[in-house]
């Protein structure tokens, strides 16, 4: 759950989606993801089993097509067909096995409540979140949903009011222009492979 832009924030994840999702849907897509990382994460199961259990529900949970597309900006459109897939599975497995193994390790959690709900247009919602946590602040998460070929995902996630996807695209626009698409897919496989954790995410409240 350590992993929605703000309507401030200009976003322009632009792909072909079915029909358009509805607000009861979101809400409850949200809801059921949220129980399940929770019970995942207040479990007796031993550190290993809670990242692998949590890593399935980021993979199921999470567009990770439209965001490793968002985090290459233009140059999603200057590499192939198999380039982009070999990145997007790289991408997929740093993604989901760093946050799910820093989850399963670092974080405890009570529970969430969902705050609000708002229709962003085309397609997308923001549902906001309260995070609650034993002897600590609660934290304030905003998860973008959108309805996809398969169903409602998230394609952002807002932390203290920081978007994750803004912030990384930056950081893999960087990466593409010193080692090009073959040099990032293998950094992220050698990330994914020594189970390097993912850059560290707001914690304070705002």
Known sequence: MLLAASAAVPMTLALATPARATPDAARSFITELGKETVAILQSQDPVPSKAARLEDVFRKGFDFMTIGRFVLGRYWNTITPQQREEFLKAFTDFVTKSYSRR???????????????????????????????????????????????????????????????????????????????????????????RGEPPPPVPTTPR
């Open 103 to 193: 989850l399963a390790e670092e974080a405890t959690i009570n529970g969430f409540n969902i705050t609000n709900l708002r229709d962003l247009g085309e397609n997308d919602y923001l549902v906001q979140t309260m995070i609650t946590r034993p002897n600590a602040p609660p934290l304030n998460y905003e998860w973008r949903v959108r309805q996809g070929e398969t169903g409602v995902k998230i394609v952002d996630v807002i932390i203290e009011g920081v978007s994750l996807l803004v912030t990384q695209r930056s950081d893999y626009t960087s990466a593409m222009q010193r080692e090009g698409i073959e040099g990032l897919t293998r950094t992220l496989r050698e990330k994914a492979a």
